[in-house]
């Protein structure tokens, strides 16, 4: 290979493919307890899988190609969704769908809100803030796992202000 030209002390230092450095990250997953290890290095990419052998994989750019393959589908669901309005998250934190485990979420796919609507609460530095709709309409799709952590900006909510 041409990559051995340079000295062979630097590329070893550098080299992520390096046999002894292999076993060390084997000996560091079996005493943490991990499943898998994904390092990356430039286009140098090694993934090691507990219970399989390790896979060693050189990244690549994508292939222009692969969008094409997959267009027909991502191309008809923006069409559908085209008229929909999405309610946003206005800050990061953890999403809950209801005030409590016990009672049924505020808002659910089929129902009808208006502006002032709670959708939502999310909990940020342990402060429960309670998300009005913003918009009227028939919520369309939820797009947030009870409990799951949210970031500025994520869609919440897909609403059809039509409805």
Do not use: W
């Amino acid at each position: 290979m041409s990559k051995m030209a340079g000295p062979p002390s630097k590329e070893k230092e550098g080299d992520i493919f390096d046999v002894k450095r292999i076993r060390r990250l084997v000996e560091l997953m079996n005493e943490h307890e991990l499943a898998e290890i994904d390092l990356r290095q430039a286009d140098q990419r090694i993934r090691l899988r507990k219970g399989g052998e390790p896979i060693i994989e050189v990244a690549r750019p994508a292939a222009p190609a692969a969008p094409a393959s997959g267009g027909a589908a991502p191309a008809a669901a923006p069409a559908s969704d085209a008229n929909l309005v999405e309610i946003k998250s206005p800050m990061i934190g953890t999403f809950y769908a209801s005030s409590s485990p016990e009672t049924p979420p505020f808002v659910k796919v089929g129902d009808h809100i208006g502006p002032t609507s709670t959708v939502c609460i999310i909990e940020a530095m342990k402060v429960f803030n309670e998300i009005p709709a913003e918009v009227s309409g028939l919520v369309v799709q939820v797009l947030v796992e009870n409990g799951a952590p949210v970031e500025f900006g994520q869609p919440l909510y897909k609403i059809d202000p039509n409805k």
